[in-house]
């Protein structure tokens, strides 16, 4: 049993042809990326075959919008994303382990700030 429809497959191939043309590879490149025959690849592309989600993660490694490929929707970052980024990637290793670590506080705390947070809704007077 297929997993997508026929017409899935021609929209998803549909739109991987035009993220590799968008970045510049030819069609070989993308077979040599997946480790698949360039005919098993021209498929994925004409709408005859599934590329599957496990060859997602290589095409996003190299700039593939994987989310426009399977949604046709393009994830366009933020201002705010952007400049978070952009800081991020600024900081020294210590400072980057230490987001982290505040990150992993913050999702340890969660369960008990909702709680704090549902009961102060319930205590105050409507």
Known sequence: MALTSTKQRQEIGNRLKEERERLGYSEIQIAQLLGIPIDAYIRFEE?????????????????????????????????????????????????????????????RLAPNLKRKIRSVKRSKPD
């Open 47 to 107: 709408g005859f075959a599934d590329p599957g989600i496990y060859r997602m993660p290589r095409l996003s490694s190299i700039g593939f919008d994987v989310l426009y490929i399977i949604t046709e929707e393009r994830h366009i970052p933020g201002l705010e994303e952007d400049l978070l980024l952009q800081k991020f990637r600024s900081l020294s290793l210590k400072g980057k382990v230490s987001v982290f670590n505040t990150i992993d506080a913050l999702e």
